[in-house]
């Protein structure tokens, strides 16, 4: 089975940053890729970003490319999303989630974590 808990999540005053983080449990982390989605109240979920298995190959959503930045860290099997100029429009629960295999996917994640709040002022 596998776990996945976010945090890093907070308020933060428009053009802040923030850095979240995924904790990943399982062997098997190195070997599938990894993504980022958020979830503002009364919208759908939405795909943010995401990483290949080896880390070389992302893709962002239109509305963060430039601001945001995925990254993982297979030795401590955890998965980053680092926001810069950050926007009120971001503002959602972030949630991670694990590929169903190596390459990146906008769709196609079997396991979710319960997601971390993010709040940005105007």
């Known amino acids: 089975q596998v776990q996945l808990v976010e945090s890093g999540g907070g308020l933060v005053q428009a053009g802040g940053s923030l850095r979240l983080s995924c904790a990943a449990s399982?062997?098997?982390?190195?070997?599938?890729?990894m993504g980022w989605f958020r979830q503002a109240p009364g919208k759908e979920r939405e795909f943010v970003a995401s990483?290949?298995?080896?880390?070389?190959?992302?893709d962002y959503t239109d509305s963060v490319k430039g601001r945001f930045t995925i990254s993982r860290a297979d030795a401590e099997t955890t998965v980053y999303l680092q926001m810069n100029d950050l926007k009120p429009d971001d503002s959602a629960v972030y949630f991670c989630?694990?590929?169903?295999?190596?390459?990146?996917?906008?769709?196609?994640?079997?396991?979710w974590g319960q997601g971390t709040q993010v709040t940005v002022s105007s």
């Open positions: 399982g062997r098997t982390f190195s070997s599938f890729s």
């Open positions: 989630a694990r590929g169903s295999s190596y390459y990146h996917t906008r769709n196609q994640y079997d396991y």
């Open positions: 990483i290949d298995w080896s880390g070389k190959s992302t």
